[in-house]
């Protein structure tokens, strides 16, 4: 039998102290040989901080910065345990530049007097980081991702017990009066809970990963690559400038109000991204089904001028197309037999600029000639037209862009091309667990909104760091340095 001993406090942080004066020492002196925080630090950034306050700054800009930084790059989950790190390991504080460990609210004030200039240090970066991102891979760098999610505050709402208590009645409120299964518990739990916190009107009831929460929420945009390009806090102040976003909770569905909130934030998102990084410009955009509208597809396509956008149907509405029957991914169908799809014959860019979709008989063979051209020849049994060539079907996207956002759905190149819009859910997840912004026990909404960008900005830093030593498959983690 396995004997099982129980570890101390002490005993982990032993082990923690241990590796941070072995084995990471060699990381810090790569961070410092390699990393110069003046290139990404703007000047207003360095005249807020340094502005006559008739005391001088007892700890250094470049000091705080590092050690929030570090924080994120070592997984480090609390402030406490950060300033515990600091005082027990000199090359840590060296490498900051700390004669004297700061407490724990010197950092949780620097978060949030100095909010806006984290988010425009945070900008910076993106905008060095681009071109990086364009030499790995153009393909992946020319892509816009955008998903959203939340951050759980710290209040009583959160607790486990609070919806199962929920949950439990409504239960027995079914078996008592002998209700059927159309009577769902969860989702009458759902519409009976605040659609906010009592503590903060700000944190949100969100349904994320199968469990109800109340969250501060955010969205997301990467590249292709799952390098974050935008973060976008959903505080008072950004719904105040986007009012047309706000989605009062209506349904008993969860996964239907999130998907509407969603719908309304996407085209504000991006516009307030493109408008600050002008020199940005992405061909393709994925997102989730919660996209799936026309008026989307137009803004996207039409307004953003995007090329293409990968987004899945949504199950409920299907598309139709009055000149000629097509299948549930929009493919012309043979009109004597709708489950076999015609063939596709490419693209073909108009006068105009616009692209036309050609498809013709599936039936269709090409055939050498006694002059060594070849033509098409249809071989069909049961044929629909006279002509030898066999019917064909030519879609032009710009009059339903539902149907046809710049490519064609159920082909190898959508299928391709949309596995890659994971790697959002890949940085939302490495932002709330890596970064530990998941397991923050505020309620501050400026102290959750820091931790954001301090993750976005530790993440652009990583870019450049694995660029300058050449080895980009560190990009997104530089765990495997410090391992």
């Known amino acids: 039998m396995i004997s099982h001993n129980q570890l101390s406090l002490a005993d982990i942080f032993s082990d923690c102290k241990e590796k941070f004066e072995t084995d990471k020492y060699q990381f810090l002196s790569l961070l ?97 980081t681009e071109p990086i991102c364009q030499r790995i891979d153009e393909f992946k760098a020319s892509m816009t991702i955008f998903d959203t999610s939340g951050i759980e505050a710290f209040v009583t709402e959160n607790n486990p017990k609070y919806a199962n208590r929920i949950i439990k009645q409504l239960k027995a ?15 009458a739990a759902y519409k009976s809970m605040p659609s906010h916190s009592s503590a903060n009107q700000q944190i949100k009831q969100l349904y994320i990963n199968g469990h109800f929460c109340y969250v501060y929420k955010f969205g997301m945009i990467t590249n292709g690559l799952g390098i974050v390009r935008d973060i976008s806090f959903y505080n ?33 998102v991006l516009k307030d991204f493109f408008e600050k990084h002008p020199l940005i410009n992405p061909k393709t955009f994925l997102g989730d089904a919660a996209f799936d509208s026309c008026t989307i597809y137009k803004s996207l396509l039409q307004d953003i001028k995007f090329e293409k956008a990968y ?12 000149q000629c029957p097509i299948n549930e991914n929009g493919i012309p169908c043979c009109p004597h037999d709708h489950s076999l ?57 710009e009059k339903d862009l539902r149907a046809y956002p710049g490519t064609l759905r ?23 667990e890596s970064f530990c912004i998941a397991s923050r026990k505020t309620q501050n909404e400026k102290t959750l909104h820091a931790d954001l960008l301090l993750g976005g900005i530790t993440q652009l830093i990583t870019v450049v760091l694995a660029d300058k030593i050449y080895k980009h498959e560190y990009i997104r983690s530089l765990k495997p340095l410090i391992a």
């Open 32 to 128: 410092e040989n390699t990393i110069n925080l003046d290139e990404f630090i703007p000047t207003s950034f360095y005249n807020h901080f340094y502005a006559s306050t008739g005391r001088p700054r007892k700890y250094y800009l470049h000091s705080m910065l590092w050690a929030l930084l570090l924080q994120r790059i070592f997984s480090i989950p609390t402030d406490t345990l950060l300033i515990i790190f600091l005082k027990y390991s000199k090359e840590l504080r060296d490498f900051c530049g700390f004669d004297k460990v700061p407490d724990g609210s010197k950092f949780t004030r620097f978060k949030q007097d100095f909010l806006l200039d984290l988010q425009s240090m945070f900008d910076t970066l993106v905008d060095v």
């Open 173 to 187: 409120f079914k078996k008592v009066h002998g209700l059927d299964d159309s009577y769902d518990p969860y989702k």
């Open 236 to 268: 008072k102040a950004f719904l105040e400038a986007h009012p047309d976003i706000i989605v009062d909770k209506k349904s008993d569905s969860p996964d239907e109000d999130k998907s509407l909130y969603d719908a309304k934030a996407v085209i504000p």
């Open 311 to 322: 987004i899945p149907l949504n199950h409920r509405s299907k598309i139709q197309n009055e």
């Open 341 to 397: 799809p015609m063939k596709s014959e490419g693209t073909a860019k108009r006068k105009n600029g616009l692209v036309r979709f050609k498809f013709c008989c599936p039936k269709v063979k090409w055939v050498r000639q006694e002059n060594k051209k070849y033509k098409r020849q249809c071989y069909c049994e049961n044929p629909c037209t006279d002509s030898s060539c066999g019917r064909m079907f030519y879609i032009y996207p």
């Open 410 to 432: 159920g082909t190898d190149e959508w299928d391709e091309t949309y596995k890659i819009r994971c790697v959002v859910e890949q940085s939302i997840n490495h932002f709330k």
